[in-house]
């Protein structure tokens, strides 16, 4: 057998830990912040988390294949520092990729390029960081009679640095820096182990002399601070990354008071600062006019939120019937903290804000302690799957006082498979739905906001329509017998077991 000993080309076993799990920590940040760095331009769906994720696993799968073929042929360790530093500058470019392209191809376009340059940007360094690991594993096989051991125990490593960067980037980075830095961070890491086992190793990086190692070796540090310099000018699509969405506030130029809160790709609310029953969106009005069928204006009403965004509807009642409580179940801690910093969200007992998931929140409530529950929350334009299905409508009608009023807000495009499907597992629930569209018809209809409104007794629609006029809103009521054919003999029911919403869902535009 020629060449040198197995055992005099191993890694210090420290040296190999750190390897191993710091490539693969750096594989799994990457993934969960493309995630939010494509949120602004995509939301947040189903189908975007599954895309990430399946290039990010397909990367894993190709890097360490093609890792493992290149170290039995050839010296690895002198790779190891050039795979690092190049993943490195590779992780620095994707977010400048994502958000110059998105911005330059503009808002109509932005969400099918987002999903393909972040799959592309993932896919590059993801390859080069899964190569890693089984080149260590190469170097510190020292005989046959160890294989399985020393296999198992760098493969648990770097499954642990999978582990604890899931955990520290979901739990605690994203809610203290932006992702750009998360990113441009992990990348500078990376680069700084490149270089030095670059410099450790010099002598087994090329046998095509020192000079082609120099240009190959100036040639990533060349890329590495370029797109260091790109991932800082890179352009920021909002004000403010929560830990759910990415924020922003903007100013309405024909109203002093306007504001509109921006949540990744959704106008999420508008709230008037000088006057908050001013309701900007049709929808808000919609419910409110059955609100005052409900109850006559200035009585007092108990209002269980779920979803929180701007807080328009808590603010309006907060005024127009200033005895009655309004409970506020929003998830994104940020999305608060944006209420009250920038959009004057007032400290008042009588506005309870609790953070937390709506659907723990909505089985943690009283029975019979609301008069109306109002369903309001999103997660881009979908209503999270686990607030549309039939047991969360039970655990509505539980809480609810036995002739109060459940209001829904659902967004949904032509051909409203899934408005149809919700509908539907409302009214398996409810005895008596009302549904107010943006035409008051449904077949065919081109889509948007979506009003259901659901009762244990039966709804006033002569006076729901009164006041939809009397409010102006662009919005109708849908007939029975329309309603009943666009429903048909066998509705999908959504369930706990079986709530396919992102499938149903038409993309937005």
């Known amino acids: 057998m020629s060449g040198r000993p197995l055992q005099a080309r191993a ?17 799994l940040v990457l993934e969960i912040t493309s995630l939010r760095l494509i949120a602004p331009y995509v939301g947040i769906t189903l189908e975007t988390n599954t895309a990430v994720i399946g290039f990010a696993l397909a990367a894993i799968a190709l890097g360490a294949w093609s890792g493992g073929r290149v170290a039995d042929v050839g010296n690895p360790r002198g790779l190891i520092g050039p795979l690092l530093l190049g993943g490195g500058a590779l992780v620095l470019l994707i977010t400048p990729t994502v958000r110059f392209v998105a911005e330059w191809v503009g808002p109509s376009q932005a969400a099918s390029v987002a999903l393909l340059l972040a799959a592309v940007t993932v896919f590059a360094p993801a390859a080069l960081l899964s190569a890693v690991p089984p080149m260590v594993v190469k170097l510190q096989l020292a005989s046959l009679s160890e294989t399985g ?19 520290l980037t979901g739990f605690v980075l994203v809610a203290l820096v932006p992702t750009s830095v998360i990113l441009l961070g992990t990348g500078g890491l990376l680069a700084l182990a490149g270089l030095a086992m670059m410099l450790a190793y010099r002598g087994s990086r090329s046998t095509r002399g020192p ?57 999420h609310s508008y709230v008037d600062l000088d006057d908050p029953t001013h309701l900007e969106f049709a929808y808000s009005r919609a419910i409110v006019a059955a609100l005052d069928v409900q109850a006559a204006p200035r009585v007092p009403l108990s209002v269980l939120h779920i979803g929180g965004g701007g807080m328009t509807l808590p603010r309006y009642l907060l005024e127009t019937r200033p005895a009655g409580v309004n409970q506020v179940l929003e998830v994104d801690p940020g999305v608060v903290s944006v209420d009250r910093e920038r959009l004057a969200l007032p400290v008042d007992e ?37 607030l549309t299905t039939r047991e969360a409508v039970a655990d509505v009608a539980r809480v609810l006082v036995p002739d109060g009023l459940y209001a829904l807000n659902v967004i949904d495009h032509a051909p ?26 449904l077949a065919g209809e081109g889509g948007g906001n979506i009003v259901v409104l659901a009762s244990e007794q039966p709804l006033d629609r002569v006076a729901i329509g009164a006041g939809l006029t009397d409010r102006a809103t662009p919005m109708s009521m849908v007939s029975q017998e329309a309603l009943e ?25």
């Not at 054919?485 to 038409?506: I, K, N, S, W």
């Open 211 to 267: 000079g082609i190692a120099r240009r190959h070796t100036a040639a990533l540090l060349t890329l590495f601070v370029v797109a260091a310099g790109l991932s800082v000018l890179a352009p920021q699509p909002c004000d403010t990354e929560t830990r759910y969405h990415c924020a922003s506030v903007l100013t309405d130029p024909e109203r002093d008071g306007g504001r509109l809160l921006i949540l990744d790709t959704l106008r």
């Open 11 to 27: 890694l210090h076993p420290y040296q190999a830990a750190a390897l191993v799990f710091g490539s693969s920590a750096a594989v």
């Open 350 to 386: 009588r506005l309870q804000v609790t953070v937390g998931d709506g659907r723990v929140g909505l089985a943690l409530a009283l029975a019979d302690s609301a008069d109306v529950v109002v369903g309001d929350a999103f997660g881009g334009v979908a209503v999270p799957w686990h």
């Open 485 to 509: 054919d666009f429903l048909g003999a066998d509705p999908l029911v959504l369930t706990d077991d079986f709530a396919p919403v992102d499938q149903l869902l038409t993309p937005y535009g």
């Open 149 to 167: 051991s020393v296999v198992g125990r760098l493969s648990g490593i770097s499954t642990l640095g999978a582990i604890m960067a899931t955990f």
């Open 416 to 441: 409203l498979d899934f408005a149809r499907a919700e509908i539907a597992t409302v009214a398996s629930v409810f005895d008596h739905v009302l549904i107010i569209s943006p035409t008051g018809e």
